[in-house]
């Protein structure tokens, strides 16, 4: 059973930067594409980035697109998102989620198997 974790949440001011950690258990986070989504509340959940297998190619949404990065280390069974520049649209639960396949282009939440407990962002003005 492959469990996720997410960390690294908290508060911060706009224009701040916060870095979140997705750990993966098991042996098997380098063979798939890893996604995060993130949820405000009384929202749906919605895509913010993925990341191959291999962490060579990344797909963002246009909401975070140059502000946030997503990086790996299938090593150590880790996947980041670096977020910069926030705004307070950007609060919400974070998630972490392993893409069930077949596209790295997956932004609806069914295309993922896995997911995290969720870690709280919050940017204030």
């Known amino acids: 059973q492959v469990l996720l974790a997410e960390c690294g949440g908290g508060s911060v001011q706009a224009g701040g930067s916060l870095r979140l950690s997705c750990v993966a258990s098991?042996?098997?986070?380098?063979?798939?594409?890893m996604g995060w989504f993130r949820q405000a509340p009384g929202k749906e959940r919605e895509f913010v980035g993925g990341i191959s297998y291999d962490g060579g190619r990344t797909h963002y949404s246009d909401s975070v697109q140059g502000r946030f990065t997503i990086s790996r280390d299938n090593a150590k069974n880790t996947m980041v998102l670096q977020m910069n520049n926030l705004i307070p649209e950007d609060t919400g639960v974070y998630y972490c989620g392993r893409n069930r396949g077949g596209t790295l282009r997956a932004i609806r939440t069914e295309q993922y198997d896995i997911w995290g407990q969720g870690t709280q962002v919050t940017v204030s003005s």
């Open positions: 098991g042996r098997t986070f380098g063979l798939h594409d």
